[in-house]
């Protein structure tokens, strides 16, 4: 069955090389466990730049930028951020700055009882910030049960038959209806969501990103 074919090329990439990637980069994932509120806002300021951007340039302009996220003025960010190519710097500078009244972040997300409840707390109130993006920092910062719903993942899961056409946009119930049927995959291969959004990002690109 058509159905099966995602399920038969994760099962195969768990026996390949790419495990060992993967590992690795969980394992570097986990350890912001043990850094700073600095680290984990400049981490969400990542999360912020690759919406409608892509990985390699949020990777790229984070390490241009660096405590820059943290001390830039507004009209200062903008320009680094049109410098390093960023299409929408103007908006983006304006929502960084905007977060930085949860340079806490860390104490904060912490304070929930778990990922799904930090997630709220973070589409609510940080602008540029969705679920998607949030669920991108969650995982990033070492949280496992959460998914990064992006277009590669929705291509795989309609090639595959998941769901039966690529939505436009993501309101919340339907976030959370295709969060569940990668749970549902995860379980069948034994992955964690964060393992999971890995493995299909690499079927579809290649690369093992963040």
């Known amino acids: 069955m058509v159905i099966n074919m995602l399920i038969k090329k994760i099962e195969e990439l ?64 903008e320009e680094k951020l049109k410098k390093l190519g960023h299409r929408f710097y103007r908006k983006r500078a304006e929502f960084i700055v905007l977060a930085r009244r949860f340079k806490n972040i860390k104490d904060i997300v912490k304070s929930f009882e778990d990922e799904k409840v930090a997630r709220e707390f973070l589409v609510r109130n940080i602008k540029g910030i969705g679920y998607k993006e949030a669920s991108h920092f969650l995982r990033n910062v070492g949280y496992d049960d959460v998914a990064i719903i992006d277009r590669h993942i929705l291509r795989e899961l309609y090639e595959n038959n998941y769901i039966d056409e690529i939505p436009k946009t993501l309101s919340r119930k339907k976030y959370l209806e295709i969060e569940n049927i990668l749970r549902d995959i995860g379980e069948k291969v034994d992955l964690k969501l964060s393992e999971l959004d890995l493995y299909i990002w690499y079927l579809r690109t290649g690369k093992v990103l963040k």
């Open 14 to 77: 768990k026996n390949s090389e790419i495990k060992d990637v993967i590992d690795k980069r969980i394992q570097e994932f986990k350890s912001f466990k043990n850094k700073s509120n600095e680290e984990w806002f400049k981490e969400l300021c990542f999360c912020i730049l690759t919406a409608n951007f892509t990985a390699e340039g949020g990777i790229r302009i984070q390490r241009e930028i660096g405590d820059g996220f943290l001390t830039l003025s507004k009209e200062e960010l």
